[in-house]
């Protein structure tokens, strides 16, 4: 796990990588910084230990799935923090980086972590090159520190710095984003979570709380920019702006009660799916869900701009998926605009392309997965900073997953507060499916029934709104 990196101010390094993206900074002068919060920042995307509370009301802390939580200061009761919003460069997997907008060195932002009733003064300083704002998104608050640039308050301009206050009222999961150039920005990856815990941490008590948030580019292969004009066609879908197999797992311990809060900032919805486990939901945008409303559930789809809960007792050893059921949102960018070839003989076509393009590989005759298996095998030839379409590796061969992908391990003997990757799981002796070897029974045709003769149908057209 790393530790934030605690800067003052844009190191050399930094200027320069952000520079060579052609994006173009004004630096906040450091003698207009020296009453606020310190900047932290953090520029690794593995899972970091939660910030356990030093100061302020208890809590128990939640876990940022390939992110962190930022760090505040209390200025005479009042509860501070710092953003920056700031070109990033996030890895979104082994071998793929993107050119982002983000928070604190990165996309998403770090995860904000209150108590319901705390007073709150957030320092948003923007090194953009253009304006933006902050939307509390969620939050009961004064109207004018809602974030709606020309609406509820002046754009903050490229330089700036801007102060939100308000009290954090209910408890919840929430979620912050920009309202200005909202198209531009949330493509670029600006955004974050928030999370209000209640004033009794005995409440809704949980031994392993995570979040994340759903998040979509289009990053051409080859490329390491978004196009920030996309309606619908994205080619990454991500957990915290991380694609399959750079997505961490969530670790617990057999037993825990856990919670996983997801927000939805894409432009669909997702119906996320957990195997071998049920869960409830027992938190919405509104507020935490009724015990008598809830049921349960083993994929819950979550609309876009809504925050979902969930909990469930994880007493199930092993390595369980965590995924969006939308197939195409479990691959990754080579996966889209590509013709289907299933069935399709190319060894003529492979002979006579080849000839022009030594490293052509026919892949699809027999399915999309041949890619992860040639990938196993040879250095597939790929445009720079792009990733196979089906990528990662387990102890049994190729998962041929990417995208919204990755997976639950429950373990027994785990510590309290250990996160890390206990690797894979070791089932037991005579627990794993197996190949069949015994002779297989011939099959059973079923005789078509009978040929009827047609039976006329009236058919009458509604005239009015009668009965509905």
């Not at 979570?193 to 994340?212: A, G, Y």
């Not at 206990?422 to 002796?429: D, F, L, N, Q, R």
Request: proline share 8%; with cysteine; charged share 20%.
């Amino acid at each position: 796990m790393d530790t934030p990196i605690l800067s003052g101010n844009i190191s050399r390094r930094d200027f320069f990588k952000m520079a060579g993206a052609g994006i173009a900074l004004t630096a906040v002068n450091q003698s207009a910084l020296a009453a606020l919060p310190e900047i932290v920042s953090a520029e690794k995307a593995t899972t970091q230990v939660p910030l356990h509370p030093n100061s302020g009301r208890p809590y128990h802390p939640v876990i940022t799935l390939n992110g962190w939580n930022l760090p505040w200061r209390m200025k005479n009761g009042v509860k501070e923090f710092h953003l920056v919003a700031e070109p990033v460069v996030r890895e979104m997997a082994p071998g793929m980086k993107a050119n982002l907008w983000g928070y604190n060195g990165q996309s998403p932002g770090p995860t904000i972590e209150v108590v319901e009733g705390d007073k709150v003064r957030i320092f948003v300083t923007n090194r953009l090159p253009e304006k933006t704002s902050v939307h509390w998104h969620g939050q009961r608050l004064p109207n004018g520190m809602d974030g709606v640039s020309g609406l509820t308050q002046p754009a903050i301009p490229s330089g700036k710095t801007f102060v939100y206050e308000f009290e954090a009222k209910r408890a919840g999961t929430f979620m912050y984003h920009p309202h200005a150039d909202e198209m531009a920005q949330m493509a670029m990856g600006l955004m974050g979570s928030w999370v209000t815990h209640p004033k009794n941490p005995k409440f809704m008590q949980v031994d392993r709380d995570f979040i994340f948030l759903l998040n979509a580019y289009d990053i051409e292969p080859g490329s390491y920019t978004p196009k920030t004009n996309t309606m619908l066609d994205f080619n990454l879908w991500t957990f915290n702006s991380r694609v399959f197999p750079g997505i961490d797992p969530l670790v617990v311990r057999k037993n825990d009660k856990v919670r996983i809060r997801v927000g939805n900032l894409t432009m669909t919805n997702h119906p996320i799916h957990l195997h071998g486990h049920e869960f409830q939901v027992v938190g919405a945008d509104g507020g935490w869900v009724p015990p008598s409303a809830r049921w349960p559930e083993v994929t819950t789809d979550i609309a876009v701009g809504q925050m979902r809960a969930i909990e469930f007792v994880a007493d199930a050893l092993g390595d369980w998926a965590l995924h969006c059921h939308k197939s195409h949102h479990t691959m990754n960018a080579m996966g889209h605009d590509v013709p289907n070839m299933i069935g399709v003989k190319q060894h003529d076509l492979v002979k006579k392309v080849s000839d022009l393009l030594p490293d052509y590989m026919a892949m699809g005759e027999t399915g999309m997965s041949e890619m992860s298996e040639m990938a196993s095998m040879m250095d597939m030839p790929l445009p720079e900073n792009t990733l196979p379409m089906m990528t990662g590796t387990g102890q049994y061969g190729a998962i041929d997953m990417g995208g919204m992908f990755t997976t639950l391990k429950v373990r027994e003997g785990l510590a309290r507060e250990d996160y890390r990757d206990p690797g894979p799981y070791h089932h037991p002796k005579g627990s794993v499916a197996y190949e069949y070897v015994g002779e297989v029974p011939n099959a059973i045709s079923v005789a078509p029934p009978e040929d009827k003769s047609a039976v006329e149908v009236q058919v009458r057209k509604p005239t009015g709104h009668g009965g509905h």
